[in-house]
């Protein structure tokens, strides 16, 4: 479960689910920082790729457009307090003073998830000094399997439990939508066997607590239908997702 579309990397051959995330995004599109459509109208003149103002130094114009990468106003991050894969309540303002990479994922997600979870695992070798500086977080998309042991089981089965700043959250379902309105995560979930669509954006979140880049995650399928991304294209992800991180605590 947990075909991950994000609002802005629709992946073409899921018909059904670019036209559910398109009307989702017509009632939602308000909401989006401008600067970030900016960055998606504009990223190529001319034949040209260009290089958005306002990103991090070390961050290319190839890897700007393959991460989605935009800057976006540094506004404070929408706080929540939910229960991470080990059973602690948290918030996320008590992460301040290091950087939070936050993602929005499904704990039975065989798609887009998996995916970014090996993108932060790369990420998180490639910070080497500054990976104690920066947390790594997901929030639930998935109100049928909310309970702590699904998040936890999905932190192992993706080693995401090897990183040590690495939390997955979940919590009651009311708790869970106002934080998924919070970050404009649009989620449509059918019923408890069906797949989740959720939007998959990692948004950057300095020490100080406040949102400064978003970035879109992307997918690709093999001709089976099963979700991939090349090791070259996962180790890339990774090295920009550290990238920005490392900016953020310098």
Known sequence: MGRAETASRIVKNRPVIVIAILAAVLVAAVAVPTVYLV???????????????????????SLADLMALSPVPATSAPDF????????????????????????????????????SDEFIHAYRDLGSAAGKVVFAAVNVNKYHSAIREVAQFSRAHQLSTIPGWHFFTGPVPRLQATWRAYNILVQARGPNADIVHSSD???IDPQGRQRYMSAPEVDYTKSGDAYLPPRTLAEWGRGIALVARNLVR
């Open 39 to 61: 960055h998606r109208s504009q990223t190529h003149v001319s034949g040209q790729l260009l290089r958005p103002a306002g990103l991090p130094p070390g961050i290319s114009a």
């Open 202 to 204: 990692i948004y950057f």
């Open 81 to 116: 307090t939910l229960t991470d894969q080990n059973g602690r309540v948290l918030s996320l303002s008590a992460f301040r003073g290091k950087a939070v990479v936050l993602e929005f994922m499904d704990p039975h997600c065989v798609d887009i998830c998996p995916i970014v």
